[in-house]
């Protein structure tokens, strides 16, 4: 059994690896090797090296995992005409991304960036309006594992959460749900909105200008999860004319955001080079789901994070 990485774990975590399933032949890459993906029955990799063309000389593939979440820039309806598994290490960035959005919640309920501001201009300034998160309400679109654990830690702030996704069922740390369908209902009662919506038929362009001027003036609206959730061009222009007080953005429509673009300078944006997930421990996280999941494709048992290949997620 041939596994072909297209990255690099450290040596350390390869050697764990090659000793742990000394019936499995490694080969560690960095890059995707196209003569040697040909021999490889299994694929693990990040998801954005490997394209249909892979597919018609990877005779032996039968399983991909991927070692993060998002998977738009994989051929999957090829990989499902072929009947390849897929797998992916959903779960693994709930820790990491839940911080990060708390970090910048509070950093802007707080006036840090502001107070930033003023200790590089050297003023002292008592001229700062903080807010509290207690009794507001959080919009999570997207209560999975990442956003369940948002609304948990939200939650323990004393905010209101509502989840909103397609099915319309109650997940763990929301006090209520609503379907996307229903989501303009719910917006005009936001403090703060965030996405860790995957990229969809169904979430792309989910959010709308007109969306985003139903919420209120002082609202904050957050970005993790892909950035064709909604078009900038409406985002910028709710931000121009103060339909929404802050955006903090993570994902964008074309990354890495260009140069130019108007967000870079804008006083009401974060922008962060979709880093959210990252974290020292990632790589191990990655790797225990891997292992896991080699034991039970050994065993002919079911995998951990399978994806429908239909649905994308």
Not at 150 to 160: D, N, T
Not at 193 to 215: D, F, N, R
Not at 235 to 258: G, H, N, Q, S, W
């Amino acid at each position: 059994m041939s596994i072909l990485f297209s990255f690099l774990p450290k040596q350390e975590q390869q050697d764990e690896l090659v000793k742990k399933f000394p019936h499995a032949e490694f080969i560690f890459q960095k890059g995707l090797n196209e003569e040697l993906l040909k021999s490889a029955s299994i694929l693990v990799t990040y998801g954005e090296d490997i394209d249909a063309p892979h597919l018609k000389t990877a005779e032996q593939l039968k399983w991909i995992m991927v070692a993060s979440a998002g998977l738009e820039k994989m051929p999957l309806l090829e990989i499902a005409k072929r009947g390849i598994v897929v797998t992916n290490v959903r779960g693994i960035h709930k820790t990491p991304m839940a911080e990060t959005i708390l970090a910048h919640i509070l950093s802007i309920k707080k006036s840090l960036p502001l107070i930033n501001e003023n200790q590089r201009k050297g003023e002292w300034s008592k001229r700062v309006s903080p807010t509290e998160l207690l009794g507001s309400t959080a919009i999570i679109l997207g209560p999975g594992a990442i956003g369940g654990e948002v609304g948990r830690i939200l939650q323990a702030f004393g905010v209101h959460t509502i989840g909103c996704n397609s099915s319309g069922k109650l997940p763990p740390f929301m006090d209520e749900i609503v379907t996307f369908d229903k989501l303009n209902e719910v917006l005009p009662k936001a403090d703060i909105v965030i996405s860790i919506l995957p990229s969809t038929e169904q979430t792309k362009g989910l959010i709308t200008y007109e969306h985003l001027q139903s919420m209120k003036q002082s609202a904050i609206f957050m970005n993790f999860g892909r950035g064709d959730l909604v078009k900038e061009q409406h985002l910028l222009r709710a931000l121009e004319e103060e339909r929404i007080a802050y955006a903090v953005l993570d994902v964008f429509e074309k990354e890495p955001l260009a140069a130019e673009h108007p967000f870079w300078s804008m006083n009401n944006v974060i922008v962060s080079p979709h880093i959210s997930s990252h974290s020292s421990q990632y790589v191990i996280r990655a790797l225990q789901i891997f292992s896991s999941n080699l034991n039970a494709w050994m065993e002919q048992k079911p995998l951990e994070n399978e994806i429908d290949l239909e649905k994308g997620y």
